[in-house]
């Protein structure tokens, strides 16, 4: 008798235990799933505000038929993945293409990045980040604290990066043009080959 009341109370308990272990499994994957459906709609509702911040082609418009690019986005790199698009001017000539504002915002960061060369980021008003990279100058009065407006000129296209200060023609003359988020607290790299073509 007392053997069966143990062997029932143990397969009673074990039933409880596995009832437990599976209601905390399908509140943790409900949770998660939440997490995520929230994550989604955040990252949704930034690249619906990156499609209406980009009014212009980073590139003057009387110019667009002298460049090419393609989708390298995430390709392969010395130094890591491609983190935007590349913009190249077929004629390979250093100053000659003008770079403007593809947006409204501010100028946060302006100078020399050992792989970007000389470069300008811009930061809109909803925060997000758009990266001009190898530029061969600036536009004159440009300054970090500097309003800009989506047209403005920014600098010319160029090929300088990838060393010290100064250096120049390493690679073929391009633009690269990066566009990053923040996603907890973390900079996060979009793709802008999708509405670079839009723009075009």
Known sequence: MWLQV???????LMITVEAIWIAGMSSM???KSN?????????????????????????????????DYEDTYGADRENGSHAGCDLM????????????????????????????????????EKGIYYYYAHLDSYAANMYVGRNVKAGELLGFMGNTGEGE??????????????????????????????YLQKME
């Open 165 to 194: 200060e100064g250096t120049k023609g390493k690679f073929a003359v391009h633009l690269h043009f990066g566009i990053y988020i923040n996603r907890d607290g973390k900079e996060v790299t979009v793709n802008p080959y999708p």
């Open 6 to 12: 143990k062997s029932v109370f143990t397969v009673f």
């Open 89 to 124: 001017d077929r004629k390979n000539q250093a100053g000659r293409i003008p770079v403007i504002s593809a947006t409204d915002g501010v100028v946060t960061n302006l100078g020399w990045l050992y792989l970007g060369g000389y470069r300008i980021g811009i930061t809109s």
């Open 35 to 67: 997490i995520y459906a929230r994550e989604r709609k955040r990252t949704k509702q930034q690249f619906d505000i990156i499609a209406r911040e980009l009014i212009y082609f980073p590139v003057a418009r009387q110019y667009i038929d002298d460049i």
């Open 29 to 31: 994957l409900l949770w």
